[in-house]
């Protein structure tokens, strides 16, 4: 039987999206003082901010994995293919990250961030959220690979 299919353990799938999920919450709760947000806004519209920007990490990573795994996964992941879909995850999730950053603080000014945000040269995106679609996702897929076999 293949990892992805046994009993009372939740698909791989599942299990990547619910760690890093979980952890895209603690990260932007853990960025707040990089926006301007958190000294400008009540306390309610910042939890809100945490909330609408942790959905969105959702769709990404969600969308991220389905193109890596619709493009080069197998039905036995993560038992084959496991680095492939990984690294194509990642860099789905990056890209998308550096475009909708730069969206959202040079074009459409829905957010800004603060003197403390380091930014990325040429990018002009923020360190943070860029460390955030590195770090999760590959915290997420190492949750995954420890819990369903030794990944190739």
């Known amino acids: 039987m293949s990892p992805s299919t046994r009993r009372g353990q939740p698909r791989p799938a599942a299990l990547y999206l619910g760690v890093v999920v979980a952890l895209h919450l603690v990260w932007e709760t853990l960025q707040l003082p990089l926006y301007t947000i958190w000294r400008t806004d009540e306390p309610r519209a910042i939890a809100f901010a945490v909330l609408h920007c942790t959905a969105g990490d959702a ?8 193109v890596a795994w619709l493009a080069l996964g197998r039905p036995a992941w993560p038992s084959e293919r496991f680095i492939a879909v990984m690294v194509t995850t990642v860099v789905v999730g990056v890209g998308y990250t550096v475009a909708s950053e730069w969206w959202n603080t040079e074009v459409r000014k829905s957010g800004a961030y603060s003197t403390l945000m380091p930014t ?16 999760v996702p590959a915290m997420g897929f190492a949750f995954v690979g420890r819990r369903h076999g030794r990944p190739k």
């Not at 769709?59 to 389905?66: G, N, P, R, T, V």
């Not at 990325?120 to 770090?135: I, N, R």
Request: aromatic share 4%; proline share 8%; charged share 0%.
């Open 59 to 66: 769709m990404i990573a969600s969308a991220s994995l389905l």
């Open 120 to 135: 990325v040269p040429l990018l002009g995106t923020g360190l943070s959220p860029l460390m955030q679609w590195l770090v």
